[in-house]
């Protein structure tokens, strides 16, 4: 079959070249897979107490649950298949005589592939939990096929909607404000600090947020104040623009890192003008969510833990990223057990995962200024 579709073929060969570059690394791939079994297995042992609580409420509210799996379907198979048909364009088979059926079937497979998998992982995930917690194995059912379903039918949504021309979709160059010309000739990494900001706005497209204020929208509770439903719809908002920040941060940081590598620039000037700004507008905007969260009746105390804790994450998470960035390795992996660790002090101690964020944070900075 992979003769006859010359395109899967060419994809199944970089995955076979990928496992054959890996078993040059295998103690640090065996090392990193035990070390992520190893932390989830913790993490799930930790909070296994609270399994049958997360089961009940994601079948209380199945339909938000269908929404919002679907949401994720959508975005990840049309992004998918913007991205396969932009890298057919160019790839080295471009010139081959590909017929269309052909090129459609490898466009459905890379793009539904990596969705299929994480279903299935997800699903795993809810096995496994259901198991540790002795949850009846239907409800643990019930909640996959809402899963699932939500799958599917953002998966086809996700499809249709990726028609449209490839310009349009990537349209985003005017809701990105254009540089300001400046007289100055002297080298300077100031400009590195709207990097993630303007990836965020970037992002930020029409399309985009509509599918964000759906879900904003869905969440007001029926019979609730224009106040309460509009703090609700700016706290989602909010929450929203505190994600994509953090998320621009990450790919920017990596960016930036491939671009002045080869440079004499020193860790602490690159850290610094990555995240100063972003850091700046976490700060404001998680005020602001806080101030909602009082709103809507939150008591002090607890909004006050929420947003620190968050900005807890942040920091740890943009210290990773410039950090691993800097050293030309992946965050990802440290990334995960960190916040793996976090978790475990969260669940076991309250408060004291914002003080092992701030350490884990500062040891990761030191690794990066010793490179």
């Known amino acids: 079959m992979l003769q006859r579709h010359p395109l899967l073929l060419a994809e199944w060969l970089a995955v076979r070249n990928l496992v054959t570059r890996a078993r040059a690394h295998l103690l640090a791939v065996v090392a990193a897979g035990a070390g992520i079994i190893v932390a989830s297995a913790v993490v799930l042992l930790a909070l296994r107490s609270q399994f049958p609580a997360m089961f009940a409420a994601l079948l209380s509210y199945r339909v938000l649950v269908l929404v919002a799996v679907a949401v994720y379907a959508v975005l990840a198979v049309s992004g998918q298949r913007r991205r396969a048909e932009v890298r057919y364009t160019q790839f080295w088979l471009a010139a081959a005589p590909v017929k269309q059926y052909s090129r459609t079937l490898a466009i459905l497979v890379v793009a539904l592939l990596p969705l299929v ?184 105390l607890p909004a006050l833990y929420v947003g620190a804790l968050w900005l807890a994450i942040v920091l740890l998470a943009c210290s990773i990223a410039v950090a691993e960035s800097y050293r030309a390795r992946t965050p990802i992996t440290r990334i995960v057990l960190s916040f793996a660790a976090v978790a475990v002090v969260e669940a076991r101690e309250h408060g004291w995962s914002i003080p092992l964020a701030a350490v884990l944070a500062a040891w990761h900075l030191r690794a990066g200024a010793k490179t």
């Open 117 to 300: 998998a994480q279903l299935l992982a997800a699903c795993a995930l809810l096995a496994v939990m259901g198991v540790a917690s002795g949850v009846d194995p239907s409800t643990v059912g019930e909640t996959m096929l809402w899963i699932a379903g939500g799958v599917a039918i953002g998966a086809v949504i996700g499809w249709w909607s990726a028609r449209r021309a490839h310009a349009n979709a990537l349209e985003g160059s005017r809701y990105v404000r254009q540089a300001r010309e400046r007289q100055e000739t002297v080298p300077s990494t100031a400009a590195l600090s709207g990097w993630p900001l303007a990836q965020v706005r970037a992002w930020g497209r029409p399309d985009n947020l509509r599918i964000l204020l759906m879900v904003a929208m869905l969440a007001v509770q029926a019979g609730s104040s224009a106040l309460v439903g509009l703090s609700v719809v700016a706290i989602w908002l909010l929450g929203g623009y505190l994600a994509g920040l953090l998320m621009a941060v990450l790919q920017t940081a990596s960016a930036a890192a491939r671009w002045l590598r080869s440079t004499p620039l020193p860790f602490a000037q690159f850290a610094w003008a990555v995240t100063r700004r972003a850091l700046l507008y976490q700060v404001v905007a998680t005020a602001v969510a806080v101030v909602l969260m009082l709103i809507l009746g939150s008591p002090l």
